[in-house]
């Protein structure tokens, strides 16, 4: 599911991206959260996750370059897509990273482009883990991973050529740089839902023959979320 997240103090606007949006994200097949806010100080109040943010650029009270600002300090991840008037306002916005920018009035045929190539970014920013291993970075394909273990404070990577890579973070961490394919059915496992073999009285068997525990608190979930799986598994 991809949360996108519209602030906009022109309701016009904002309900004229909500619609190119929806139109966007329909034939895709993905699951998507719209959210609106009609001015900086309503999106800060906001604490929960966004992976696009629409961000008008001239708003009444704080505008959307000094929204954008507290939004990094407070270590803000999403794509950020800035909307605005003036092409030359987006000069000042290097320092918040922002993805792309939409100027007004919005052409759909411009919009479909840059969506089109955010959704490929998305693709790519989940296909692949960088991880820190002392002074040494490595890129490790998520796609390669069968489950995650961590044991003081050390992450093992289970990986499918039977290499175990092992690295120090959180595995709350870990959590929120991989994609839907993944459960914490423990609190210390993560699994890969793609090599998940069968689930049986709260074991997880997987298809390198490792059996995992399914904590009690979360093996309800852990049903609903393999039938959830099935079934966009399904449809692709």
Known sequence: MIRIGICDDERYMSDRIRAMVSRF?????????????SSGEELLKFNKKIDILFLDIQMKGIDGMETARKLRRRKFKGFLIFITVLKEMVFQSFEVQPYDYLVKPIEEQHFQKLMERLLGSMRNARENLLIQKGYESRIIPIGDIIFCEIIDRKIYLHLVSSEVVDYYDRIENLEKKLNDGFFRCHRSYLIHLKYLKSYKNGTAYMENGREIPVSRLRSKEFSNVILQYMKCEGNH
């Open 25 to 37: 994200f329909h034939p895709q097949n993905i699951e998507i959260i719209i959210l609106q806010f």
